[in-house]
């Protein structure tokens, strides 16, 4: 690096003593008189972030596109009002001469950047973070990971930390002192406030008969915990059409994706004297225009969404979105169909330790690429003909606790692949698609009616009992944890 050149460290020093020349009025001398001031600051942070200011700046994009003129490691301090800013050598010798005024040490842990992908579309921001200063234990290399939206990827350091490109600009950086590194602050979540987990709330109270509301928990006997399977669904309504363009090849290109809003969320109890019925059965009001209702797939109809004539519980986005957080940080584990898809376009984060798919549990790449149906599923194992007409969220996350318990009767007996196969098999020979009710269908020189079949015998050469055993659930009375 140029002599010339400054370094990120003297132009951070600057930011926080910014110089300023101005006339200001001189009681003493009764005229205006030119006086420089400069800001300073009394004491810095935990956490730094800083706007790296760039504005489409030439002279800053140069310093930027330098080969690491970003440093990793800061320190700052404060000595006798005045900014002491230090990277590189000059930081490591301060670190290491004991009569040097204190230091805070940062690392760097994050920036967002501004990705201008092309000349026909818009620009957009992603986030890098090295992710190991938030793991338990401490890591010995950097781990950065890109955030572009949904998509989440592991990318070298350099990479991450490379500018000389014009189609990557960073626009904020994180620092963090050195000292909060892998620590994990978790004794929050003890002093969660559940209060709306064990009640009934709605916008519209007075037009919402009876029979409409859920059952809610008893927080004597009810309390969600570590472990707690909660079976659940959502549909969702259409906020925006596809918008599509045919280039001059014939390609189609997306212009505006589709763009979908949280319309209900069902979520039920797993087990218990209330077994199967739901404790949030919450419909979302919708500020924005709805263009679709989509309603043979979400089951939701024009005034439904509406609280002046809806008879359905409406609640704001934020308090439904608030109990799907309560839960997850309490622990609980969400059973359903499909849920992968369902947090993404509810925008929330789940550990896959937190979820039941069944998707994922009767899903077997070696036989087909393709996803077998929550419709397709219940009739084949449960002898249940669901979504005839339309979608209902509280049948299907109850067919998804059902079928859970028959993957677990299947795994009891270690017939899980066996069974699998066989469901591809009448899958494929019927298109995936449920018969109508009343005929029959000829599966393997086997009839099978068009509500399903039963669990089969388990052949003598198997090991396992001689039919599939349902597991016992322990734990609790009303939420038990059979994987506790």
Same mark, same amino acid.
């Given at each position: 690096?140029?002599?010339?050149?400054?370094?990120?460290?003297?132009?951070?020093?600057?930011?926080?003593?910014?110089?300023?020349?101005?006339?200001?009025?001189?009681?003493?001398?009764?005229?205006?008189?030119?006086?420089?001031?400069?800001?300073?600051?009394?004491?810095?942070? !935990?956490?730094?972030?800083?706007?790296?200011?760039?504005?489409?700046?030439?002279?800053?994009?140069?310093?930027?596109?330098? !080969?690491?003129?970003?440093?990793?490691?800061?320190?700052?301090?404060?000595?006798?009002?005045?900014?002491?800013?230090? @990277?590189?050598?000059?930081?490591?010798?301060?670190?290491?001469?004991?009569?040097?005024?204190?230091?805070?040490?940062?690392?760097?842990?994050?920036?967002?950047?501004?990705?201008?992908?092309?000349? *026909?579309?818009?620009? *957009?921001?992603?986030?890098?973070?090295?992710?190991?200063?938030?793991?338990?234990? &401490? $890591?010995?290399?950097?781990?950065?990971?890109?955030?572009?939206?949904?998509?989440?990827?592991?990318?070298?350091?350099?990479?991450?930390?490379?500018?000389?490109?014009?189609?990557?600009?960073?626009?904020?950086?994180?620092? $963090?002192?050195?000292?909060?590194?892998?620590?994990?602050?978790?004794?929050?979540?003890?002093?969660?406030?559940?209060?709306?987990?064990?009640?009934?709330?709605?916008?519209?109270?007075?037009?919402? !008969?009876?029979?409409?509301?859920?059952?809610?928990?008893? !927080?004597?006997?009810?309390?969600?915990?570590?472990?707690?399977?909660?079976?659940?669904?959502?549909?969702?309504?259409?906020? $925006?059409?596809?918008?599509?363009?045919?280039?001059?090849?014939?390609?189609?290109?997306?212009?505006?994706?589709?763009?979908?809003?949280?319309?209900?969320?069902?979520?039920?109890? &797993?087990?218990?004297?209330?077994?199967?019925?739901?404790?949030?059965?919450?419909?979302?009001?919708?500020?924005?225009?709805?263009?679709?209702?989509?309603?043979?797939?979400?089951?939701?109809?024009?005034?439904?969404?509406?609280?002046?004539?809806?008879?359905?519980?409406?609640?704001?986005?934020?308090?439904?979105?608030?109990?799907?957080?309560?839960?997850?940080?309490?622990?609980?584990?969400?059973?359903? *169909?499909?849920?992968?898809?369902?947090?993404?376009?509810?925008?929330?984060?789940?550990?896959?330790?937190?979820?039941?798919?069944?998707?994922?549990?009767?899903?077997?790449?070696?036989?087909?690429?393709?996803?077998?149906?929550?419709?397709?599923?219940?009739?084949?194992?449960?002898?249940?003909?669901?979504?005839?007409?339309?979608?209902?969220?509280?049948?299907?996350?109850?067919?998804?606790?059902?079928?859970?318990?028959?993957?677990?009767?299947?795994?009891? &007996?270690?017939?899980?692949?066996?069974?699998?196969?066989?469901?591809?098999?009448?899958?494929?020979?019927?298109?995936?698609?449920?018969? @109508?009710?009343?005929?029959?269908?000829?599966?393997?020189?086997?009839?099978?009616?068009?509500?399903?079949?039963?669990?089969?015998?388990?052949?003598?050469?198997?090991?396992?009992?001689?039919?599939?055993?349902?597991?016992?659930?322990?734990?609790?009375?009303?939420?038990?944890?059979?994987?506790?």
């Amino acid at each position: 690096m140029r002599s010339s050149t400054p370094a990120f460290s003297r132009v951070l020093k600057d930011s926080f003593e910014r110089e300023n020349n101005q006339r200001m009025w001189c009681d003493r001398c009764r005229r205006y008189q030119l006086v420089q001031s400069w800001e300073t600051i009394r004491d810095v942070p !935990p956490v730094l972030m800083i706007n790296a200011g760039l504005n489409k700046q030439i002279d800053g994009r140069q310093l930027w596109s330098i !080969p690491g003129w970003l440093p990793e490691r800061i320190g700052i301090g404060i000595d006798k009002g005045r900014i002491l800013c230090l @990277e590189g050598e000059a930081l490591r010798v301060s670190q290491r001469n004991r009569q040097a005024r204190p230091l805070i040490v940062y690392d760097l842990v994050g920036l967002v950047a501004d990705v201008n992908s092309g000349e *026909h579309q818009k620009s *957009h921001m992603v986030s890098l973070i090295n992710v190991a200063t938030s793991s338990r234990e &401490a $890591q010995d290399e950097p781990q950065w990971h890109l955030f572009n939206d949904f998509l989440v990827r592991k990318i070298d350091k350099d990479e991450a930390l490379r500018f000389a490109t014009a189609w990557k600009t960073p626009t904020i950086l994180a620092y $963090q002192d050195q000292g909060f590194s892998n620590v994990i602050d978790d004794s929050w979540k003890s002093s969660l406030d559940t209060s709306c987990l064990f009640m009934n709330w709605s916008l519209n109270p007075y037009n919402v !008969p009876p029979e409409n509301w859920p059952c809610v928990l008893d !927080p004597a006997t009810e309390q969600p915990e570590i472990g707690t399977h909660v079976p659940i669904d959502t549909e969702f309504v259409r906020l $925006q059409q596809e918008e599509i363009e045919i280039l001059a090849t014939g390609d189609r290109q997306v212009i505006r994706p589709t763009k979908e809003g949280l319309a209900r969320v069902s979520v039920l109890r &797993a087990s218990g004297a209330h077994e199967g019925l739901p404790f949030i059965d919450d419909y979302i009001s919708i500020s924005e225009p709805v263009v679709d209702y989509v309603t043979k797939y979400s089951g939701v109809s024009p005034g439904d969404l509406d609280p002046a004539v809806s008879a359905r519980p409406l609640v704001p986005l934020k308090v439904a979105y608030k109990k799907l957080w309560l839960l997850l940080n309490l622990g609980c584990i969400f059973v359903g *169909h499909g849920l992968i898809k369902d947090f993404r376009n509810i925008d929330i984060f789940v550990p896959k330790s937190q979820i039941v798919d069944t998707v994922t549990l009767f899903y077997n790449p070696a036989r087909s690429k393709r996803n077998l149906s929550l419709r397709f599923l219940a009739w084949y194992l449960l002898k249940e003909n669901i979504q005839s007409e339309t979608h209902d969220s509280i049948e299907d996350a109850l067919t998804a606790l059902k079928l859970w318990r028959k993957y677990l009767e299947f795994q009891d &007996a270690g017939i899980v692949e066996r069974m699998i196969d066989e469901i591809y098999s009448a899958g494929r020979k019927l298109n995936y698609k449920v018969p @109508e009710k009343g005929s029959e269908k000829w599966v393997g020189g086997l009839v099978v009616p068009s509500r399903g079949r039963d669990t089969p015998d388990v052949d003598s050469g198997m090991s396992g009992p001689s039919t599939p055993v349902n597991k016992k659930i322990g734990g609790s009375e009303y939420f038990e944890s059979p994987l506790r």
